[in-house]
C-alpha cells in the first residue's frame, strides 16, 4: 500500500494501537512515525495508568513527538497535574513547527487554568483551535491567526479587554463557540461581539456577556444584529431569565441568512420567556430547523399562555420551518401552546421531535402524549414524534 494510504489508516486508530504496529513486521517499524493525527486525551492516559508508572509519562510523550517525521496536521492534547508545563511548552512548540491546522488543548481532572504558551500564537496555520480551561494572555508580538475559521472556547479566561482584541485579529473566522468563562465576573462586552461581522455559526452563552439583562426579543437582535452572515445560531440562557416589560421592535433584515437556531435552557413554563422566544422565532423569516432545549427554574407557577384556540395563525407567519425539536418538556399548556403556533404558522413543516423530561410521572406522560395525539389529527401532514 501506498504510504499517504497506510497514514490515513493509521490516523483512524487509537495512538497506542498505531504505536504497536511496530511489531507486525520489519516494513512495518517506523510506519507509525508518519502519522498525521494524534490523540492525547482521557483514553490515552488512562491506558498510560494500565502500563507504566504515572512519573514516566511525560517521557513516553516527548519520545513519542521525537519519533515523528510526518507533518502533524490535528492534535489533541489533555493536559493534566502530573505533567511538566515545560513538557507540555517543548510539545507545543515541536507542533508550531509541523504545520499543526486543528488543534484542542485543555485540562482534565484539574479545575486549574493552564496558562497557554507563547509558542502556541505563532501556529499561523492553525484552522481549527478548541481551548479548555486555559488562561490566554496575548503576547505583543501575536498579530493574529490569518487562516482560523473555527474557535471553541470553554472555562477559559482572556486578560481585561483582551477578547475583542484576539477576535478582530482572526479575519476569517466562521464558527465561534462560547461557553462559560472561568472567572463568572470577567464578560465579554456587547461591542465586542459585534465584532464578529465574518461568523456563520455562532455557540453563545449569554451569561458571559456584560449587562445582558433580557427584557424581550429586541434584546438578542440589538447584541448579535450585526452579523450579516450568521447561518447557525445557538444561545444558552443559562442564568440568564426574562424580565419583562421591555419595549420591542422589528428586524426585518437583521438575520436573512440564518436557517438553524437552537435555544438551551429556556424556561417555558415563564409566560414572558415564552413570549421572548415566540418574538425571536417570528422574526427570522427563513429559519428552516428549530432546536429548544427546556428547563424549569421558576420559583412561581406557570403564568398564562400567549396563545388560545382561536389565535389566527395567519397573522404570525408564514415560517418557513422544516424541523423542530423539543428535550425536556414536561407537557404544559405553555409547551403546548408554543408547538401549536409552530404548527400554526409553518406550512412547510415535516416533523416535529419531543424528547419528555424524564422526570415525568406515568399519569402526566399519559396526558402529554394525549395532547400530543391530538395535535397529530389536528395537523397529519407532520409526523410528531416522541423519542
Known amino acids: 500500500m501506498p504510504d499517504n494510504v497506510i497514514t490515513n489508516i493509521l490516523d483512524r486508530l487509537p495512538l497506542q494501537d498505531a504505536v504497536r504496529t511496530n511489531v507486525l513486521s520489519r516494513n512495518w517499524r517506523f510506519k507509525w512515525t ?27 510523550i516527548s519520545s513519542i513527538f521525537l519519533q515523528l517525521r510526518g507533518a502533524i496536521t490535528t492534535c489533541v492534547l489533555s493536559v493534566n497535574n502530573v505533567l511538566d508545563v515545560e513538557d507540555i511548552n517543548h510539545w507545543i512548540s515541536f507542533l508550531s513547527r509541523n504545520e499543526i491546522k486543528n488543534l484542542t488543548l485543555g485540562t482534565v481532572g484539574s479545575s486549574l487554568l493552564y496558562k497557554l504558551p507563547t509558542h502556541l500564537f505563532s501556529c ?20 493574529g491567526f490569518p487562516n482560523l475559521l473555527s474557535l471553541e472556547l470553554c472555562q477559559i479566561q482572556f486578560e481585561v479587554g483582551k477578547f475583542g482584541e484576539f477576535i478582530t485579529r482572526c479575519p476569517v473566522l466562521e464558527n465561534l463557540k462560547m461557553g462559560v468563562f472561568y472567572d463568572p465576573e470577567r464578560k465579554v462586552k456587547p461591542d465586542e ?27 438578542i437582535f440589538e447584541l448579535l444584529g450585526n452579523l450579516p452572515q450568521l447561518q447557525e445560531l445557538d444561545l444558552d440562557f443559562r442564568d440568564r431569565g426574562v424580565i419583562e416589560g421591555g419595549a420591542k421592535k422589528r428586524f426585518p433584515t437583521a438575520f436573512a441568512c440564518l436557517r438553524a437556531l437552537k435555544l438551551s435552557r429556556i424556561d417555558l413554563s415563564n409566560g414572558t420567556v415564552l413570549s421572548c422566544v415566540f418574538e425571536i422565532i417570528r422574526q427570522l423569516p427563513n429559519l428552516q430547523t428549530l432546536e429548544i432545549i427546556a428547563t424549569s427554574v421558576s420559583n412561581v407557577g406557570p403564568t398564562p399562555a400567549i396563545c388560545s384556540p382561536d389565535v389566527d395563525y395567519n397573522t404570525m407567519g408564514p415560517l ?14 405553555n409547551e403546548v401552546c408554543l408547538i401549536t403556533c409552530l404548527l400554526g404558522c409553518s406550512p412547510f413543516l415535516k416533523r416535529i421531535g419531543i424528547r ?16 400530543l395525539l391530538k395535535l397529530q389529527r389536528a395537523y397529519p401532514v407532520v409526523a410528531i414524534n416522541l423519542y
Open 193 to 219: 461581539i459585534a465584532k464578529l461581522a465574518n461568523v456563520k455559526t455562532l455557540s453563545l452563552c449569554l451569561c458571559i456577556v456584560e449587562n445582558m439583562t433580557i427584557t424581550s426579543s429586541t434584546t
Open 124 to 143: 499561523l496555520g492553525l484552522k481549527h483551535l478548541k481551548l479548555l480551561n486555559c488562561l490566554i494572555h496575548l503576547p505583543t508580538t501575536f498579530h
Open 34 to 60: 508518519m502519522l498525521s493525527q494524534l490523540v492525547l486525551d482521557y483514553d490515552f492516559f488512562k491506558y498510560l495508568l494500565e502500563i507504566e508508572d504515572i512519573s514516566n509519562h511525560a517521557k513516553i
Open 320 to 333: 418557513q420551518l422544516r424541523s423542530v425539536g423539543f428535550i425536556d418538556l414536561k407537557g404544559s399548556e
Open 356 to 371: 419528555p423530561h424524564k422526570s415525568l410521572a406515568r399519569d402526566e406522560q399519559l396526558m402529554f402524549d394525549s395532547k
